[in-house]
């Protein structure tokens, strides 16, 4: 039997809120940008991808799942469109993105 290719098109629903996060290796949000709904998510991700790499980090994918690797100078980080808000939810379990105490943003 042949495998097919996968169509999945994860970033395809734009009908739901999305969210930018940066991540590091251990999963723990360094920042975070909600995306309106209705918004092109593969442009989000490419012009990520052109800031990140104008600053000088090294791009590891080319994004076509919704996510991508960068590092710099021996730093690694997970940038990808998520539909769930990082505020509430890590990768790996609750959130540990810090929010300040007084006024929660």
């Known amino acids: ?4 290719r996968d169509d ?7 009908h739901a809120p999305h969210w930018l996060s940066v991540s590091d290796m251990q999963g723990r949000v360094l920042d975070s940008t ?3 709904t ?3 998510l593969y442009a989000v991700l490419a012009r ?6 104008a600053e000088g980090w090294t791009i590891e994918d080319d994004g076509r799942y919704g996510s991508f690797f960068c590092n710099r100078d021996g730093v690694r980080r997970f940038v990808h469109v998520r539909p769930t808000d990082p505020s509430v939810t890590d990768l790996y379990g ?8 007084t006024c929660g943003d």
């Open 1 to 4: 039997m042949i495998r097919r």
């Open 8 to 14: 999945r098109k994860p970033l395809s629903n734009r």
């Open 34 to 36: 909600p995306l309106e």
């Open 38 to 40: 209705g918004t092109d």
């Open 48 to 53: 990520a991808m052109d800031r990140l790499a």
């Open 94 to 101: 609750p959130s540990t993105f810090e929010r300040c105490p």
